[in-house]
């Protein structure tokens, strides 16, 4: 644990980087720190791969070109499988979703203390909150899931037009005209049930994450015995979590994939 945790309580320790950096209070309030963190690694994932498609060659590739070639022929692959329409915007999507999502979530390898103590000693002020992980923040996941949900519709519409798309959720399962508003309850409860399955899967994998990284540096403020069991521990989860990183990158992408599919594909019953 850092000077600044010596300081506190375990339990003030673990609130303390469980705090965002934000201004205002309730609905109105902003996370800076999780704005900021995702618009660097967003702003990362574009300088590389803008910089790759300047300089692509036909020729030897570099290792660099290499990976990103892999990495797009893998989710344009994985795009086409699941995805029957034109992949003009959703290979591109996809491909977003899984580097930006994958770049955040990188971030949590990062030693809890690292991150906050250098913005302290930027701001001048050791009580500072600084949250660095953008997708352990609820109001980051459910707005990259919100921007699904937005897509599910348009691409339902776009497959069965706005008579097709109230016919979906008014006449099914049942059939008649008087059973319309339990229709539309269930399918409106179907509906929302995908951007909130999805913001709250990877929300909850990467908190918890995140939460036993911190706990794991309490330990390093507990006698030489705990603390030296803390190093190993750290390590393990460390190799651990870059599974867990990348999996719930994937998972993202590969569910807007399939609910996308499901909405422009979707069948008259």
């Known amino acids: 644990m850092s000077a600044e945790g010596s300081t506190l309580t375990s339990m003030e320790y673990i609130n303390h980087h469980l705090g965002n950096l934000k201004a205002g209070e309730g609905f109105w309030s902003f996370h800076f720190d999780t704005l900021l963190f995702s618009v660097i690694c967003g702003v990362a994932f574009l300088y590389v791969f803008y910089r790759v498609a300047q300089k692509v060659t036909t020729g030897k590739p570099t290792k660099l070109q290499a990976a990103v070639e892999i990495l797009v022929e893998w989710i344009n692959g994985i795009v086409t499988e699941n995805f029957h329409g034109s992949r003009n915007v959703v290979a591109p999507l996809a491909l977003s979703i899984f580097v930006w999502v994958f770049l ?6 990062v030693p809890v203390d690292y ?30 899931a919100l921007g699904v949900f937005v897509l599910i519709i348009f691409y339902t519409i776009k497959s069965k037009g706005v008579s097709g798309f109230v016919k979906e959720y008014t006449m099914h399962p049942f059939n008649h005209w008087a059973l319309i508003p339990v229709n539309l309850i269930l399918e409106s409860v179907t509906l929302l049930s995908k951007p909130v399955s999805l913001s709250l899967r990877l929300f909850g994998n ?57 909405a422009y594909n979707k069948s008259e019953h």
Not at 104 to 109: H, K, Q, R, S, V
Not at 209 to 228: D, H, K
Request: charged letters at 10%; hydrophobic letters at 65%; zero cysteines.
């Open 115 to 144: 991150l906050p103590k250098l913005a302290a000693i930027l701001s001048g002020d050791d009580h500072i909150h600084l949250r660095a992980v953008p997708t352990t923040d609820m109001n980051l996941t459910f707005s990259l």
């Open 206 to 262: 990467m908190y918890a994450g995140e939460l036993i990284f911190i706990l794991i540096a309490v330990m390093y403020s507990a006698n030489m015995l705990v603390a030296a069991m803390g190093i190993p521990l750290q390590i393990i989860w460390a190799i651990f979590h870059i599974l867990v990183v990348t999996l719930q990158a994937f998972i993202f992408m590969m569910l807007t994939v399939v609910y996308l599919s499901i």
């Open 104 to 109: 955040m979530n990188t971030i949590d390898l």
